[in-house]
Every structure is written in C-alpha cells, then in structure tokens.
C-alpha cells in the first residue's frame, strides 16, 4: 500500500497547491496588515460614523464564519465586475477577515506608546501625522509583533476554506487527486504534512519572539 | 441583480431548522471538547512519561494542522480502516478533537492563576480536597477561566459552519441548499451571517454579564 506509484506521481499537482497555499496566505497577510492599520486609524478619528464603520467592520468579521464571508465576497464580486475569480475573493476575504483581529492586537498595544512621548513630539514640533508614522507605529508594530505572527498562522489555518470556491491551494488539490486515484488516506497524510511544513516553523518563530520579547515590550 | 430579502420567506423554517441543527452540533462538541480538555489536563499532570508524550504530540499537531483538514482526515481515512461513522457524528467528534487542546491550555493557565498559597492555606486548616476545590480554586479560577473558555465556544459555534463541507445538515448546509433553489447567494449568506452575527454577539454580551457577575460576587478583581 504504501509508496503507490499513483501517489508519488500526485506529488507535482500536490506542491503547485502548497505554492497557492503559501501565496494566499502571503496575500492576505497583506491585506490583514492594510485592513488592520486602516480600521485603526478610523477608530481614532475624531468623525464618528467612520468609528462605528470601524466598530462594525470588526465586530462582523469576529462574529461571523469566514465561510459565509467568502461567500459573500465571492459572489459580492460580480456586482463590481470582478466576477469568476476564486483567488481573488479569497484572498480578499482572508485579508478582511484577519484585518480585524490585527485591528484589535494593534488597539491593544497602543499603550506602549506612552503619553509623554507624544508630548515630547509635539513639543519638538513634528506634525501629527509624522509622530504616528515615526513614533507610534515603530513600536505599536514591534510590541505586536508576536501576536501578529501567531494571528497569521490561524490566518494561513484559514486557508483551506478557499476550496470552498474551487481554488486549488492544498486542499483542493489533495481531494482533485483522490477524486482521481482513489487513496485519500495517503494523499490526506501528504497533505497534513505540507500544512505542518508551513505551520511548524511559524509557530516556531512566534514562540521565539514571544521569548525574546520581555522587558522591551512592556512599556512603562 | 437585484437584492431582494423577500425571496427568503418561503425559507425561513428551513433556516430556522438548520440552525437549531447548529446548535445541537455545537452543544454536543462544546460539551465533548470541555470533558476532553479536562482529561488532557488530568493526564498531564497524573499520567505516565509515555501518556505525556502522546498527549503533547496530539496537542502540536491540532494547535498546527487547519480544522478544514483534521476535518477531512477523519472523514477520509476513517473508511480506509473500516469505520464508517455518519457525516454528523465524524463532525461533532473533530470539532471536539479541534477544540479540547485549546480549552486544555485555557483550563491549565486558569489553575496556574491559582497563588498556591492559598490552597496551601486550605489544607493546614484541614479543608478536604473536593472543598478546596470548590471553595478556593473554582472561586479564583473561574471568573479566568470564563470569558476565555466562552471565547473558544464562540469559535467553536463559528467554525461549525466547516461541517457543511462534508455535508453535515446544519446552518450553512441548508443555506447551500436554499442558494441552489432561490439563486440568490448573496441574499441568502447575508442573512445567514447575520443569525450567526447575533447569535455571537449575544454569547459575548452573556459572557460579559456573567463574568462582571462572578466577579462581584467573589470580590475578584477584574482587569480591564
């Protein structure tokens, strides 16, 4: 049963799944990176219907299956003309979906930005704006960095959910083999261990990170 | 294409149907994760050198492996080995097997939380086991243990929308199946995002209110 040929020449299609995988998980880090930081800084505007905009984009991606999500954007999409493209509204989805949670880790680590920095900022005369992008958000971006990394494994466990849509990221590509030879037992442990290959060392990263992060983080 | 709620009368029991199914799914896999989680903790703490093993080996792999997987490795493998389960049953059981490690790590840091002093305390006046338990951990602990462990629920209520994919008839499976009648998706995942919606937003709103209760009754602390 085991080292069927039939599964070793099902290896290519498996690896062109992982790449896809690897690349929407990479995307919508992205996207969770540029959603996180706007719905941030709409939070902390002084116009409060972009603040209940923020509020309600966050609440509704914590609060909803990212399934139901990527089907709303996937067929959401068509609407704009964008329509038939599965890797698109995924990764779209993954970005909106995991922006949220960045929002939040981002939100939580403001405080180590303390008061006084700001004071001395502005007392040297940097313009508001300078003061976000040279002094807070370094160490905003630093103090969440391990948060940040364990959000993007869940992100990059999100990931499979793109099958749903027929894009053939490791999943989707695992069940077109089995759909074709018939041994899911094989091609599902490939699979799981193509998930751990990425998974692992992240983990491991965000582990070391949380190790090496003590005093510096806290702030004072 | 317009957007038109109206089409979803005709389907509102069927709806209501899937997501009382949901419920039930995600009662029973609450309920298994929980009793998992806690003999996880027990067999850590009590088991043999090879019982750790196993037991940190099955953790690394569920904190590693997406549920979407895990899901479909039990679904797919389990019939190669002769055991035929139906498609709710394989969902229930992986939602509990997905979930038990992370209520263990909840469990297990809300015991840490514990100053062991106290319960030090309790056994020089001579308090029995079962009432430290109840009377200086579960006090200290819960109000901890709570919000983190209703926060895993409320995942696990979210991720239960995955069972559809093997076809477990639940919320998002009978959506499926209201979206191939109607052809109106987006009408259809709206409304059903918005059950979900406010089903998770009143388990939060529950939590909250019970965990400032707890608090006040047992004079802890809260932070935040």
């Not at chain 1, 219907?49 to 609060?63: C, D, H, K, Q, V």
């Not at chain 1, 499979?160 to 442990?189: K, N």
């Not at chain 2, 703490?45 to 039990?74: C, E, H, K, N, Q």
Request: charged share 10%; with cysteine.
């Amino acid at each position: 049963m085991w080292l069927d040929p039939q599964v070793i020449q099902s290896v290519p299609s498996l690896l062109d799944g992982w790449m896809l995988t690897v690349e929407l998980t990479l995307l919508g880090a992205a996207g969770s990176l540029a959603c996180g930081h706007l719905a941030l800084a709409m939070q902390l505007t002084r116009i409060a219907p972009l603040r209940w905009l923020a509020r309600l984009y966050i609440s509704f991606m914590r609060g909803t299956p990212s399934l139901v999500q990527l089907f709303m954007v996937f067929f959401a999409l068509p609407l704009i003309g964008l329509g038939g493209r599965p890797m698109l509204a995924a990764a779209l989805t993954l970005g909106l979906n995991s922006g949220a949670y960045t929002a939040e880790i981002l939100r939580g680590n403001m405080r180590v930005v303390t008061r006084g920095q700001i004071e001395a900022a502005t007392a040297l005369g940097m313009a508001p704006w300078l003061i976000a992008l040279r002094i807070a958000l370094p160490q905003m971006l630093k103090a969440s960095l391990p948060a940040l990394v364990n959000e993007f494994t869940i992100l990059l466990k999100t990931t499979p959910l793109a099958s749903a849509v027929a894009v053939t990221e490791l999943v989707y590509a695992g069940q077109m083999v089995i759909a074709r030879i018939y041994t899911s037992t094989q091609i599902m442990l490939l699979v799981s261990a193509g998930y751990l290959s990425v998974v692992l060392p992240v983990i491991w990263l965000g582990r070391r990170l949380r190790q090496r992060a003590p005093s510096t983080m806290r702030g004072t | 294409m317009t957007f038109d709620l109206a089409v979803l009368t005709a389907y509102v029991p069927a709806l209501l149907h899937g997501f009382v199914d949901t419920i039930w799914l995600c009662v029973l896999s609450g309920a298994l994760a929980c009793a998992l989680g806690i003999a996880l903790v027990v067999g850590r703490r009590r088991g043999s050198r090879l019982l750790v093993v196993l037991i940190d080996g099955y953790v690394a792999l569920t904190l590693a492996l997406p549920l979407l997987v895990l899901l479909y490795v039990t679904f797919y493998v389990l019939p190669d080995f002769g055991l035929l389960l139906p498609a709710s049953v394989v969902g229930v059981l992986t939602l509990a097997i997905y979930y038990a490690p992370y209520v263990a790590q909840v469990i297990q840091a809300a015991i840490d939380a514990v100053p062991a002093g106290t319960i030090e305390a309790g056994v020089a006046i001579g308090m029995s086991p079962l009432a430290i338990g109840r009377r200086i951990v579960a006090p200290q602990a819960l109000p901890l243990l709570l919000p983190t462990l209703t926060g895993l629920m409320i995942g696990l209520f979210k991720d239960s929308a995955l069972l559809s994919v093997i076809s477990v008839h639940e919320l998002m499976f009978t959506a499926k199946g209201v979206v191939s009648d109607t052809y109106a998706p987006l009408e259809v995942y709206f409304a059903v995002a918005l059950v979900y919606w406010a089903t998770t937003a009143t388990l939060n709103h529950a939590t909250r209110q019970w965990e400032r209760r707890l608090a006040l009754a047992h004079g802890v602390a809260l932070e935040r």
